[in-house]
């Protein structure tokens, strides 16, 4: 017990601290079963009154996080150019195995590019249940320069699992979804080609050919930097406006259903598209 006033100072004090036993333990192994020192684990709660917590391995693949609440939590692993792994728990728990993925390659061709590059990010891993594991699992190489030769690209050292990813290239980011197998490839073959500014027209009818008055067309870009866009039918249900390859229209009417255009990557000027409601 200290009197403390102010200005005063105590060297070489000791503070005991009684031994307990951590609320959540376990082991990160690689693909082989071996130990895995330094490995990150994060513990996610997966309910109201968690708490998020990050340890790290020892160097016997040995990890143990104290003053964890109970409740159930999502606790997942990972090591650069091993892999990831991620199971859920019910806090408390000991003797919980991360057994980590192992990693693959990503392969296919890159329509629009022959010799040049891409950016890919690694998003996260998911599981059946749909459990998306991000962030810390995939530093330091998040995201990374593809290079594209003769058309085709190859990537190594990704995490074997669901792989969700975004690839960048022309001003466009697409989302993927591709299942990468351990010491195996997966195919995804990619179109960067640059989008084709064109002119969408075309004309709304009705079930019985009659043309729509005042029809909604909602253009819905394919690149996330540009902006949504809506036009509206004159008298005859026709429009005009303004698109790029790859974009979707939503075409609504009251009292029918909506229906939905694809934009084609023809290399035209104006691209006709009728439509029908019903």
């Known amino acids: 017990e200290l009197d403390c006033r102010d200005g005063d100072r105590y060297d070489d004090v000791v503070f005991e601290v009684d031994d307990g036993e951590p609320e959540l333990s376990g082991k990160v192994v690689d693909a082989d079963g071996e130990p895995v020192a330094g490995a990150f684990v994060d513990v996610l709660p997966l309910e109201p009154g968690g708490l998020a917590q990050q340890e790290r391995a020892d160097d016997r693949g040995e990890f143990a996080v104290f003053a964890q609440p109970a409740g159930r939590y999502r ?37 629009g590019v022959e010799d040049g590059a891409f950016q890919l990010e690694v998003l996260g891993c998911s599981d059946s249940n749909g459990y998306s594991a991000v962030g810390q699992l995939f530093q330091p190489e998040r995201s990374r320069v593809v290079r594209v030769r003769d058309g085709v690209y190859d990537v190594d050292d990704l995490p074997a699992c669901n792989l969700e990813l975004a690839v960048r290239s022309s001003g466009r980011r697409e989302i993927h979804r591709v299942r990468v197998p351990s010491d195996g490839f997966a195919r995804l073959d990619l179109d960067l080609r640059a989008p084709r500014h064109k002119t969408a027209v075309g004309t709304v009818r009705d079930q019985r050919g009659d043309p729509i008055e005042g029809a909604s067309i909602m253009r819905l870009p394919r690149s996330p930097i540009a902006s949504p866009a809506e036009a509206l039918t004159d008298a005859a249900g026709r429009y005009r406006m303004r698109v790029e390859s790859g974009d979707r229209l939503v075409v609504y009417a009251p009292g029918s259903a909506d229906r939905q255009l694809a934009v084609s990557w023809d290399d035209i000027e104006v691209e006709t598209l009728d439509v029908t409601l019903h």
């Open 75 to 111: 606790v997942t692993a990972s090591v650069p150019g091993k892999g990831v792994a991620f199971t859920n728990v019910q806090v408390p728990a000991e003797g919980v195995r991360l057994q980590l993925s192992g990693t693959g390659a990503l392969r296919g061709s890159a329509r």
